[in-house]
């Protein structure tokens, strides 16, 4: 019992924490992923615009680096003549260049023919010929050329910056080789996270400038996406077997691809770090959700076990004083059944001293005295069954359920019921037959029926031919036990509320209206049920069903 | 001295014969009867100073036949005698106006005065007595 009890408690705990932790985690969790998600969504297209802005801003100055070199060779080219630039003045803008960092290799004049006219450099290449190269064309045709990077004749990467100028009929060719580890570092001076690197690609996706990390000019960089597309493009690219957020933009002249990568560990850095952080929250929040849910259940739970406590304690005063009122009710018929024989006794002893006052008594009276005293003897019998059924009554109270012969307990409640029968001049018939052992408190089922047949006897109270009939028998695996009678019959209106509590149609003081509340009570406790049927006029019947008790024959055998 | 006439009507058998042949040996004139149908024939036949009631009765009780027995002997005094009384009977038996409502066992001995101051002042109505139930 202790046992059931406490697996329902526990079980009630689970449920209750399962919903307070469903109730509270389930909008966390709906409220956290989504704010997650948008906070995601958001953060990395904040991710994503600020590397294109960098690339942008970094695209200008590569642009404006070439853009700048372009114009000053440009300039150059119409600030001298040919004459000027072949007696001294490149050698002196050579010497210029070289004390301002050297961001020139060489520079040289070229002619018409291919050949250099003047040249000033590290290398010796006066005696080139380059009238069949590609740039060399494209500054017959544009005017002016940016090369990509080639290894040319001297073996060394590099890229050409190449100006024409017109002189008469014929022209030349100011001709610049840009210092690439000064261009380099125009391209890598700008830097983003920690792993943020920029390099430039031809169209033909070989390393024109190089990553920091790694690569060589000229070699194939191995860029996935070298497809033509306007403005900057973000996305994010597995390279060489790490995951980069990749960004590009083609720049005009040369046409090359200046390329941003930055690991995406790295740039997703500051999302990682807030999910980290919101996932420590839901947790925590989670956490503080259990361990509030925890002690909101404990704390339920040892509320509804105090209440059950105290509702147990109640209904068991109340079946007590049930019980109280059941005997109450048939103390009538009881001091009733045991005063007539009292009166009896009295009689019979005054007739006896009568009797015995004569000297010598007389053989005839002799008898008459032995005869009064088997009278008495039997008045004293009667009270007994009286006694002993009030006292089966009133002393047994067992508490907890047992297998109990129904038979012997309903007998032994008839004896003091019918001593109320006779007074009421109620009939009081019983069929109870062979009957089962029932899994029942006896002391419950005592009370039960004792109100049943109680309230049988007032309903038929005064009544001509009134008849009280207890009828049991057994059916599949419950037992039926019926009290009916031949009264007033019940309202169908108060029908509906006869088992509700403090409901009576009995005179003030006379009933309280529980009687049948408890019986109700109990028979749900055994785990039975109990059925009126009633019409006005004619009669009741109340039909207790009880369950079996398990093992029944066992059990008979056993108690015998 | 003329006997006094008693009738007494109770079902309980022993009781009623028991002290019948009490009140025989102390000089009354009883006659007995079990039931109230039994009763209703004696007054037929003879007439009683005192009747000694039983109000719980099977087939009728005594409160039912005291109207009856009023009607036909109205000078006649009517002791009510019960195993068990309400305060509801008692104060209705009063009403009726018997000579005494008496609560069983009643003492003998005063049950026996009572019996023969009922028969001196007939239905004349109660007159309270020490040994009276109340």
């Known amino acids: 019992m202790e046992q059931r009890d406490g697996n329902r408690y526990r079980a009630m705990f689970r449920s209750l924490v399962t919903r307070m932790m469903l109730v509270s985690l389930a909008p966390l969790a709906g409220i956290g992923g989504a704010n997650f998600l948008l906070f995601y969504q958001l953060n990395r297209s904040v991710v994503l615009e600020q590397q294109a802005n960098f690339l942008r801003y970094h695209r200008e100055s590569v642009e404006s680096f070439l853009g700048s070199l372009t114009a000053e060779i440009g300039s150059l080219a119409h600030q001298y003549s040919l004459e000027e630039l072949r007696s001294g003045a490149l050698d002196r803008l050579y010497r210029i260049n070289q004390e301002r960092g050297g961001l020139f290799e060489d520079l040289g004049v070229i002619g018409s023919h291919g050949n250099h006219i003047k040249y000033v450099g590290p290398y010796d290449l006066t005696q080139r010929n380059y009238r069949q190269t590609v740039w060399f064309r494209h500054v017959v045709e544009d005017g002016y050329y940016v090369s990509d990077m080639f290894l040319g004749f001297r073996g060394v990467p590099h890229f050409i910056i190449a100006v024409k100028r017109a002189e008469g009929e014929d022209f030349w060719i ?212 009286i006694t002993q059924g009030l006292l089966k009554f009133s002393r047994k109270v067992e508490a907890s359920s047992e297998a109990v012969d129904l038979g012997e307990l309903l007998k032994d409640l008839l004896l003091i019921t019918r001593s109320r029968a006779r007074v009421e001049n109620v009939t009081l018939e019983a069929d109870l037959g062979e009957l089962p052992r029932v899994w029942a408190n006896p002391t419950h089922l005592q009370q039960i029926f004792a109100n049943l047949l109680n309230n049988a006897l007032d309903a038929t109270a005064g009544k001509p031919q009134a008849r009280v009939m207890l009828r049991a028998r057994e059916e599949g695996d419950r037992v039926l036990v019926a009290v009916e009678d031949n009264g007033c019959g019940i309202d169908p209106q108060d029908l509906q509320r006869i088992f509700t509590p403090f409901f009576t149609t009995k005179p003030v003081g006379k009933g309280t209206g529980l009687g049948l509340a408890i019986c109700h009570g109990l028979v749900q406790n055994m785990g039975g049920e109990i059925q009126v049927e009633s019409m006005v006029g004619v009669g009741t019947r109340f039909t207790v069903i009880l369950p079996m008790a398990r093992g029944s024959q066992e059990a008979d055998g056993q108690t015998q | 001295m003329e006997p006094i006439r008693v009738l007494i009507v109770d079902d309980e058998e022993e009781f009623a014969t028991g002290l019948a042949k009490l009140l025989g040996r102390r000089g009354f004139l009883v006659q007995v009867a079990l039931g109230a149908r039994q009763a209703m024939e004696l007054m037929e036949s003879g007439s009683f100073q005192v009747a000694l009631l039983d109000v719980k009765m099977p087939e009728r009780d005594g409160f039912s036949l005291l109207g009856e027995l009023r009607e036909k002997a109205p000078g006649m005094a009517v002791i009510l005698m019960t195993g068990h009384v309400s305060p509801e009977e008692e104060r209705s038996g009063r009403k009726v106006g018997t000579f005494a409502y008496l609560l069983k066992p009643h003492p003998i001995p005063d049950l026996i005065e009572l019996l023969r101051r009922a028969a001196t002042q007939g239905g004349q109505g109660p007159k309270p007595s020490p040994g009276e139930a109340t």
């Open chain 1, 174 to 385: 100011l001709r610049a080789t840009v210092n690439t580890d000064y261009f380099s570092r125009v391209v890598d001076a700008a830097r983003l996270g920690t792993t943020g690197e920029t390099f430039i690609l031809n169209q033909d996706g070989h390393y024109q400038i190089p990553p920091r990390s790694g690569g060589n000019p000229l070699a194939p960089a191995g860029f996935p996406d070298l497809s033509p597309h306007q403005g900057i493009k973000v996305r994010e690219l597995v390279l060489e077997d790490r995951a980069y957020l990749c960004s590009s933009v083609w720049i005009s002249r040369p046409r090359w691809l200046l390329v941003f990568r930055q690991e995406t560990s790295d740039a997703y850095a500051p999302l990682w770090k807030a999910s980290l952080v919101g996932i420590l929250l839901f947790l925590a929040g989670g956490m503080g959700a259990t361990i509030f849910s925890v002690a909101a259940a404990r704390d339920q739970v040892r509320r509804i076990h105090r209440a059950d406590l105290e509702k147990e304690s109640l209904t068991q005063r109340l079946i007590l004083a049930g019980r109280t009122a059941a005997v109450g009710e048939m103390s009538a018929g009881l001091a009733h059944e045991i005063n007539n024989p009292l009166a009896t006794i009295d009689t019979l002893q005054t007739w006896i001293r009568d009797l015995a006052s004569a000297s010598p008594i007389p053989e005839e009276d002799r008898r008459e005295i032995l005869d009064s005293a088997a009278k008495i003897g039997q008045q004293v019998a009667r009270c007994k069954v």
